[in-house]
């Protein structure tokens, strides 16, 4: 019993002087990440990361704005988020050795913070987490292991490559060094190396000089569970000259054994059909969520470019007196004609403080499903959304006529952009119905994006736009110029398609419906396409933005 109080007693006092908790980040794709490891970023007053990529990743997971420079004479702004303290190198830019990172780790614990330790890989699996974890306890600091995916079997799992079959049961994990007796791997158990790159050469000579075949099949994947992840499958005999043909770079993971041929059927990520693809996404950035998660899924890097920035009516009076009118019950109709206007009534009702009990009696339109979810959101059910295009052609092919009997009301309130077309008001009059056609929100070019961003939309280091409407296209060459002619350039139907046309643009996929996630499965579709025409024909596969510049820039650039 004393010793369990003695016990109880020194948890309280670690927990009061700081705690510890070693997380591990996985390999690199932050969807790796455990739900665990998510929660205590979360909670944490301070982030020790071991890599710049760590930065990025926690930002990202507290949904954190990138840091802004003050002006000059204007004072620094208050940090937001978890302090971030680098564990991976010193002031001098060098390395930190396992012994002053674990320093680091204290000192900060020492201060009663909640610490998390973010760790590439697993803490506990060729990492720094036992030595820097026994630093805690010889301190008297409390602390916890959470493990993380390790490269180990990850990025082999990402390569399409099973480290155990039915048939190879035993697996070899090496840290590769000078040190290691390779004759003790003659046998044909699966090996995985780390840190082997650079020594690949000696590396394959000693195993065969062990006794392994020359024809063993080797496969190094570098940067792997990323979208810049990429495999050269050769022999020990040849591994060295294909990996210094292919450039591979640290960090990699090389597995040697018969386990690589799976590769050729089991290869999942890398043959994605849109991986790796450099993807355009130019929208309101509040919009750009679904798209750009589909693209994730389908291997892209999608990179959201606002177009247009979304704004209140320069005035309000207008809405107001609408809103006030639809509680009254001045409407029969309500139409909605996007997501936008959903959400700038909502606003409106939200500053009035109201709820969507004010739509009692009154019938909802919207212009398609999107639109239609938006307001399910808020509790509410559309009574019309357009049973063929989701267009305000299809809103109107679906309304019906005014009937002075049935109708008691003949009036629509109509909340729409600024910029808004006028063909719904016309076709709406033409029914017998009068609208009040309101301003809910303005829509203004944004601001143009950083010159690298431009320099690369011109010069065709994206591989594809997705235009989703017409006004992006407008917004984007007004404020960046014209995507590259080897740019694919997807658009979410006919009307944006002929705006991209009038600007010079070669469409290449049309969405078969106004969809957005439609648009990225036609992208998609493209892509896998192009992908198998390449591998029919025997060809690398590669990306459009992988051009041979033309012999002219070649002899303009040697001048």
Same mark, same amino acid.
């Given at each position: 019993?004393?010793?369990?109080?003695?016990?109880?007693?020194?948890?309280?006092?670690?927990?009061?002087? @700081?705690?510890?908790?070693?997380?591990?980040?996985?390999?690199?794709?932050?969807?790796?990440?455990?739900?665990?490891?998510?929660?205590?970023?979360?909670?944490?007053?301070?982030?020790?990361?071991?890599?710049?990529?760590?930065?990025?990743?926690?930002?990202?997971?507290?949904?954190?704005?990138?840091?802004?420079? !003050?002006?000059?004479?204007?004072?620094? !702004?208050? !940090?937001?988020? *978890?302090?971030?303290?680098?564990?991976?190198?010193?002031?001098?830019?060098?390395?930190?050795?396992?012994?002053?990172?674990?320093? =680091?780790?204290?000192?900060?614990?020492?201060?009663?913070?909640?610490?998390?330790?973010?760790?590439?890989?697993?803490?506990?699996?060729?990492?720094?987490? *036992?030595?820097?974890?026994?630093?805690?306890?010889?301190?008297?600091?409390?602390?916890?292991?959470?493990? @993380?995916?390790?490269?180990?079997?990850?990025?082999?799992?990402?390569?399409?490559?099973?480290?155990?079959?039915?048939?190879?049961?035993?697996?070899?994990?090496?840290?590769?060094?000078?040190?290691?007796?390779?004759?003790?791997?003659?046998?044909?158990?699966?090996? =995985?190396?780390?840190?082997?790159?650079?020594?690949?050469?000696?590396?394959?000579?000693?195993?065969?000089?062990?006794?392994?075949?020359?024809?063993? &099949?080797?496969?190094?994947?570098?940067? @792997?569970?990323?979208?810049?992840?990429?495999?050269?499958?050769?022999?020990?005999?040849?591994?060295?000259?294909?990996?210094?043909?292919?450039?591979?770079?640290?960090?990699?993971?090389?597995?040697?054994? $018969?386990?690589?041929?799976?590769?050729?059927?089991?290869?999942?990520?890398?043959?994605?059909?849109? %991986?790796? /693809?450099?993807?355009?996404?130019?929208?309101?950035?509040?919009?750009?969520?679904?798209?750009?998660?589909?693209?994730?899924?389908?291997?892209?890097?999608?990179?959201?470019?606002?177009?247009?920035?979304?704004?209140? *009516?320069?005035?309000?009076?207008?809405?107001?007196?609408?809103?006030?009118?639809?509680?009254?019950?001045?409407?029969?109709?309500?139409?909605?004609?996007?997501?936008?206007?959903?959400?700038?009534?909502?606003? $409106? %009702?939200?500053?009035?403080?109201?709820?969507?009990?004010?739509?009692?009696?009154?019938?909802?339109?919207?212009?398609?499903?999107?639109?239609?979810?938006?307001?399910?959101?808020?509790?509410?059910?559309?009574?019309?959304?357009?049973?063929?295009?989701?267009?305000?052609?299809?809103?109107?092919?679906?309304?019906?006529?005014?009937?002075?009997?049935?109708?008691?009301?003949?009036?629509?309130?109509?909340?729409?952009?600024?910029?808004?077309?006028?063909?719904?008001?016309?076709?709406?009059?033409?029914?017998? /119905?009068?609208?009040?056609?309101?301003?809910?929100?303005?829509?203004?070019?944004?601001?143009? !994006? &950083?010159? *690298?961003?431009?320099?690369?939309?011109?010069?065709?280091?994206?591989?594809?736009? =997705? %235009?989703?409407?017409?006004?992006?296209?407008?917004?984007?060459?007004?404020?960046?110029?014209?995507?590259?002619?080897?740019?694919?350039?997807?658009?979410?139907?006919?009307?944006?398609?002929?705006?991209?046309?009038?600007?010079?643009?070669?469409?290449?996929?049309?969405?078969? $419906?106004?969809?957005?996630?439609?648009?990225?499965?036609?992208?998609?579709?493209?892509?896998?396409?192009?992908?198998?025409?390449?591998?029919?024909?025997?060809?690398?596969?590669?990306?459009?933005?992988?051009?041979?510049?033309?012999?002219?820039?070649?002899?303009?650039?040697?001048?």
């Amino acid at each position: 019993m004393t010793r369990a109080k003695s016990s109880q007693t020194s948890a309280t006092t670690s927990l009061s002087r @700081g705690w510890v908790s070693f997380v591990g980040s996985g390999p690199g794709d932050p969807d790796l990440l455990t739900v665990r490891a998510v929660d205590l970023v979360r909670q944490a007053d301070v982030v020790v990361t071991e890599s710049p990529e760590h930065v990025a990743l926690v930002r990202t997971l507290l949904g954190l704005p990138e840091p802004v420079e !003050p002006a000059d004479g204007e004072p620094a !702004p208050e !940090p937001v988020g *978890p302090e971030m303290v680098d564990g991976g190198f010193g002031e001098d830019g060098q390395p930190l050795t396992h012994a002053a990172r674990a320093k =680091v780790v204290v000192k900060q614990a020492k201060r009663g913070r909640r610490v998390v330790r973010l760790m590439t890989g697993d803490p506990f699996l060729y990492a720094s987490g *036992p030595e820097e974890a026994q630093a805690c306890a010889k301190a008297g600091l409390g602390f916890e292991i959470v493990p @993380g995916v390790s490269s180990v079997s990850a990025v082999p799992a990402y390569a399409g490559i099973p480290l155990t079959t039915k048939d190879h049961r035993e697996v070899a994990v090496v840290t590769c060094d000078a040190s290691v007796d390779w004759s003790q791997y003659a046998d044909d158990r699966t090996l =995985v190396l780390l840190s082997g790159v650079g020594m690949i050469g000696e590396i394959s000579k000693a195993l065969m000089a062990a006794g392994r075949p020359a024809s063993t &099949p080797v496969a190094m994947t570098r940067v @792997g569970t990323t979208t810049t992840q990429s495999t050269v499958c050769s022999t020990l005999e040849h591994i060295a000259a294909d990996a210094r043909a292919a450039r591979m770079s640290p960090p990699a993971v090389t597995v040697i054994g $018969k386990v690589v041929d799976l590769r050729e059927t089991l290869s999942w990520f890398e043959t994605k059909p849109l %991986f790796g /693809w450099r993807v355009l996404v130019p929208r309101t950035k509040d919009q750009a969520g679904v798209l750009s998660t589909r693209l994730r899924g389908y291997g892209a890097v999608p990179e959201e470019v606002p177009t247009i920035s979304v704004e209140p *009516p320069r005035n309000p009076l207008q809405m107001d007196k609408a809103v006030r009118g639809l509680v009254e019950g001045r409407y029969e109709w309500i139409a909605f004609t996007s997501v936008n206007a959903v959400k700038a009534v909502r606003e $409106k %009702f939200e500053e009035y403080g109201l709820d969507a009990r004010a739509f009692s009696g009154l019938k909802i339109a919207a212009v398609g499903d999107k639109t239609a979810a938006a307001i399910a959101a808020w509790g509410l059910r559309a009574d019309l959304v357009p049973s063929g295009e989701q267009s305000a052609a299809g809103l109107l092919a679906d309304w019906p006529e005014y009937d002075d009997v049935l109708d008691p009301i003949n009036r629509v309130f109509l909340p729409r952009a600024d910029i808004a077309t006028e063909n719904l008001v016309a076709g709406l009059i033409d029914l017998g /119905w009068e609208c009040d056609d309101v301003t809910a929100y303005r829509t203004v070019r944004a601001t143009p !994006p &950083p010159a *690298p961003t431009r320099d690369a939309i011109k010069t065709g280091k994206f591989d594809a736009v =997705v %235009f989703t409407s017409s006004s992006t296209v407008r917004n984007l060459v007004g404020i960046a110029g014209k995507p590259h002619p080897s740019t694919v350039i997807g658009v979410i139907g006919p009307a944006t398609a002929k705006t991209a046309e009038e600007h010079g643009l070669r469409v290449d996929v049309m969405s078969p $419906k106004p969809d957005v996630e439609e648009l990225v499965d036609a992208l998609a579709d493209f892509g896998a396409a192009r992908r198998a025409a390449m591998v029919e024909q025997g060809q690398a596969v590669t990306r459009p933005s992988d051009r041979k510049p033309s012999a002219r820039s070649r002899k303009v650039r040697a001048e």
